[in-house]
């Protein structure tokens, strides 16, 4: 099953009953097994989780911390990118140069990097002070 396949199958179980927009995740661990995440929505706005956290906590849980592709699909007239806080998610996990595609249930694709949709983003090296 393709990464969009399987953010795509995993997005109708998306518990989306405020905006009615779901968002289906797939990311592809360092091993080649896929993981997949959907947006869950809470009455509490902010309390919600994104698609992309639910695919990258499903990763972690498996025990991998290395992602090497990631899917995301949305019923939109435009591929829809990851939010600013899921793009600092994508980049714990995944390289500058890491695939992104990005897609709507409708066909429309577009490809990009973890590093372009957050150049200069906050790593591990600002942390290093050795």
């Known amino acids: 099953m393709s990464l969009i396949d399987a953010a795509r199958e995993v997005r109708e179980n998306a518990y989306a009953p405020y905006s009615n927009f779901k968002v289906g995740a797939a990311v592809r661990g360092r091993s080649g097994r896929v993981y997949s995440g959907c947006n ?53 996990f995944g390289r500058h140069d890491t695939k992104v595609t990005l897609a709507t249930i409708d066909g429309a694709v577009q490809e990009t990097t973890i590093g372009a949709l957050l150049p200069a983003g906050f790593s591990v090296e600002h942390m290093d002070r050795a």
């Open 40 to 92: 869950v929505e809470n009455v509490a706005y902010p309390e919600g989780t994104c698609a992309e956290a639910g695919a990258i906590a499903a990763m972690v849980a498996a025990g991998e911390t290395e992602l090497t592709e990631v899917a995301i699909i949305a019923d939109s007239p435009h591929p829809v990118s990851p939010c600013g806080g899921c793009r600092q998610k994508l980049a714990e």
